[in-house]
């Protein structure tokens, strides 16, 4: 236990917040991926990246503590119901991904919002979490120079730090030419620097399931076509999403969006569950669930064996969905 213990990366990561939002909404609106950023994603890159660079297994480095720090409007001031629906859907985004955040009244000036404290409270928690709970590394999603005293302190601690940057630039609709440029004195004083913007072009490694996962995977297109063939089938489910799921079946699982779950709530389902359901068409022509139906009780063949204990849900889990993670994304 204790030479496991020795082995263990602690890792801790620190998010800008209103940095990680620029860079998901520039892959979102003006990349050629036009998608956001996912946190499931990015955190599993994390942990192969510090397994490569401190030359550790990838189950040895594990994120021991993540915390998200923005400015963010009162209620008062977000008169936009979309903006309030919006901040408190990434809000659960970052709740289920174990995400703490931490945010602070944004501030007016000379007209204009403006965040104020956010990079000294970041800073702050940074170090006492480090000092406390002896990260090996720490991990900031930032750009800003004005972290160099953080890395300065966090290095006298022994603490490593990795600094993923972002560089890139984009002229908007009106022609204003827009430039992301990370630090070039932050990236001097970490351990370890990451360019974001270089490994994801890479072109070597478009295939490369680690790298596409840092982004959210598009769920598939629900369509209205509600033929059915009426016939009641039983199955498991072996993944469930934001409002969408798949269904064992051979030789490929099936789709099917929350509103085909009949009595019950599709937020009751889980990884798992046996179910019941018809088979229907999309407009495509290809099978995809209907009617789906948690089942409450036990039930089981005429060999008294339960029908699908026969498929472990670990092997059901293998076939799950081409869509990858597409959990999670960052959110205005």
């Given amino acids: ?57 990838i189950r040895y480095c594990q994120i021991v503590d993540s915390h998200y720090f923005r400015g963010r409007l009162t209620i008062s001031e977000a008169s936009s119901p979309n903006k309030l629906l919006s901040d408190r859907l990434f809000d659960d985004v970052l709740m289920n991904e174990g995400v703490i955040t931490h945010y602070l009244p944004l501030k007016t000036r000379g007209g204009k919002l403006e965040e104020k404290g956010i990079d000294v409270w970041l800073a702050l928690e940074a170090f006492e979490l480090a000092l406390y709970k002896k990260y090996n590394v720490v991990v900031l999603i930032a750009s800003d120079g004005d972290y160099v005293p953080l890395v300065r302190k966090l290095n006298t601690l022994g603490t490593r730090v990795m600094v993923l940057s972002w560089d890139f630039e984009y002229r908007t609709d009106a022609g204003k030419e827009m430039v992301t440029r990370t630090s070039q004195d932050l990236l001097e004083e970490v351990t370890y620097a990451v360019p974001m913007h270089e490994i994801i072009e890479n072109r070597a490694k478009r295939n490369d399931p680690i790298i596409n996962n840092i982004f959210v995977q598009e769920a598939p297109k629900y369509v209205d076509n509600k033929e059915s063939d009426n016939k009641i089938r039983q199955s498991t489910i072996v993944s469930v999403k934001n409002g969408y799921g798949f269904i064992f079946a051979r030789p490929d699982n099936l789709f099917f969006h929350y509103s085909d779950v009949v009595e019950g709530d599709f937020n009751e389902l889980a990884d798992g569950d046996s179910v019941e359901y018809t088979i229907g068409r999309n407009r495509e022509g290809g099978e995809v669930a209907r009617n789906v139906k948690k089942i409450r009780t036990q039930q089981t063949d005429n ?15 293998a076939k799950a969905n081409p869509f990858g993670n597409g959990g999670s994304y960052a959110s205005e």
């Fill in 1 to 57: 236990m204790i030479e496991a213990d020795k082995r263990l990366t602690r890792i801790g990561v620190f998010y800008d917040g209103n940095y990680f939002l620029h860079v998901s909404n520039y892959y979102n609106y003006e990349h050629a991926r036009k998608a956001r950023i996912s946190i499931g994603g990015l955190h599993d890159f994390i942990r192969s990246k510090v397994a490569q660079e401190e030359g550790n297994d």
């Fill in 303 to 317: 060999s008294g064996t339960n029908e699908y204990a026969r498929t472990t849900y670990y092997e059901m889990k």
